[in-house]
Nanobody
Framework: QVQLVESGGGLVQAGGSLTLSCAAS??????YGWFRQGPGKEREFVAV????????YYADSVKGRFTISRDNTKNTVFLRMNSLKPEDSAVYYC??????????????????WGQGTQVTVSS
């Protein structure tokens, strides 16, 4: 049984930082992604990491501010978020599955999701 459990969300002032964690259990997949969904918005891609090799890819909106990483020994994926902006406020979800290599940013390509963790950035 695959399970993803996010933690680390919270309230932070603009310009601040947070680190989200995603603890994975069960089968290991090749890609782990972070997505976010703001109120009234569609779920959007944030970042993805390849479990073997560690290759990463980011949405343009977070490139240079967010860093995705993983700890293979702890089966945990992290999202370090720096220079946070109010528009980064959303529920952040960890996801995994078997996405096609050319569709890593499409949430429909991921079959397993965590429960989400709220990130609120105040101005």
């Amino acid at each position: 049984q695959v399970q993803l459990v996010e933690s680390g969300g919270g309230l932070v002032q603009a310009g601040g930082s947070l680190t989200l964690s995603c603890a994975a259990s069960g089968r290991t997949f090749n890609y782990y992604g972070w997505f976010r969904q703001g109120p009234g918005k569609e779920r959007e891609f944030v970042a993805v990491i390849r479990w073997n090799g560690g290759g990463t890819y980011y949405a343009d909106s977070v490139k240079g501010r967010f860093t995705i990483s993983r700890d293979n020994t702890k089966n945990t994926v992290f999202l370090r978020m720096n220079s946070l902006k109010p528009e980064d406020s959303a529920v952040y979800y960890c996801a995994t599955g078997t996405p096609r290599g050319d569709m890593l940013t499409n949430p429909r390509q991921y079959g397993y999701w965590g429960q989400g963790t709220q990130v609120t950035v105040s101005s």
